[in-house]
T-cell receptor
């Protein structure tokens, strides 16, 4: 079965600095999708960024970018110019074909003013 | 803003009561999910559905049941609530196609006293 692992339960960063959240996954498939989701305190879970495994180019969305290393099965999220509103739980997720979405354990990100 | 709704947002109920948590989406998504999440903790998949009349148990054993009579509606029922059921319940939906982004409801915070 596919698994997703986030080895950092908590991370903190100074406002305006850059932080990287780690995610590794295990799969024998070659075609799949990876996601980072953000869950702010007491608010709705929302998509941050999506990566298609067959695309070598790393996805970017404004201050958010990923480092996708397919051979290493690694999918880290880099947040540049961290803002107070970035404070949240971040979840890495994997999906292949029509199967169910698989989430990692989550990383709590704190932004220090 | 995602078109997926959960009601109620908060529920405090006595032990032994029957409860139904509602989840509806207007996006026509075939896949729907129920997750259980304690505050600041990882998501545990308890039920999912690939479409009408399709329901599957998730990775975490749950005493709850679900039904999928209509595409847009995926209610979760607890026949006899217990304090151990106290948690946050998140509903999500996604397209059936490969790489479909999951959209989440705002969650129901259930407290059983």
């Amino acid at each position: 079965a596919q698994t997703v692992t986030q080895s950092q339960p908590e991370m903190s960063v100074q406002e305006a600095e850059t932080v990287t959240l780690s995610c590794t996954y295990d799969t024998s498939e070659s075609d799949y999708y990876l996601f980072w989701y953000k869950q702010p305190p007491s608010r709705q879970m929302i998509l941050v960024i999506r990566q298609e495994a067959y695309k070598q180019q790393n996805a970017t969305e404004n201050r958010f970018s990923v480092n996708f290393q397919k051979a290493a099965k690694s999918f880290s999220l880099k947040i540049s110019d961290s803002q107070l509103g970035d404070a949240a739980m971040y979840f890495c997720a994997y999906i292949q074909g029509a199967q169910k979405l698989v989430f990692g354990q989550g990383t709590r990100l704190t932004i220090n003013p | 803003e995602a078109d997926i709704y959960q009601t109620p947002r908060y529920l405090v109920i006595g032990t032994g009561k029957k409860i139904t948590l509602e989840c509806s989406q207007t996006m026509g998504h075939d896949k729907m999910y129920w997750y259980q999440q304690d505050p600041g903790m990882e998501l545990h998949l308890i039920h999912y559905s690939y479409g009408v009349n399709s329901t599957e148990k998730g990775d975490l054993s749950s005493e709850s049941t679900v039904s999928r009579i209509r595409t847009e509606h995926f209610p979760l029922t607890l026949e006899s609530a217990r304090p151990s059921h106290t948690s946050q319940y998140l509903c999500a939906s996604s397209e059936m196609g490969t790489g479909g982004v999951a959209f989440f409801g705002q969650g129901t915070r259930l407290t059983v006293v």
